[in-house]
């Protein structure tokens, strides 16, 4: 199917989802990647905490925390 046809039926209000592979779909620049930081102790703790208080992990803590200081 060319893109004309699918970009036709997406705008009609068809369901197109049985086109693509969700399986391997794939969203550029959102793919993660491992690093490593070195933090102190008390911000360690503090971000632990606050983890803690949400119910989420310290990674989305940080990645919640980084995504606010960005978007500024």
């Known amino acids: 199917m060319k893109a004309e ?3 036709r039926r997406f705008d009609d209000g068809e ?4 086109f693509f592979d ?3 779909l794939k969203r550029p620049g ?3 990647k491992p690093i ?3 933090l102190p102790q008390w911000m360690l703790e503090a971000l632990e905490k606050e ?9 989305s803590v940080i990645e919640r925390s980084l995504t606010e200081s960005l978007s500024r």
């Open 36 to 38: 490593k930081i070195d």
């Open 22 to 24: 969700l399986a391997n």
């Open 51 to 59: 983890a803690q208080q949400l119910g989420i992990s310290l990674q």
């Open 5 to 7: 046809e699918l970009e």
């Open 15 to 18: 369901d197109i989802l049985e």
């Open 30 to 32: 959102l793919e993660k």
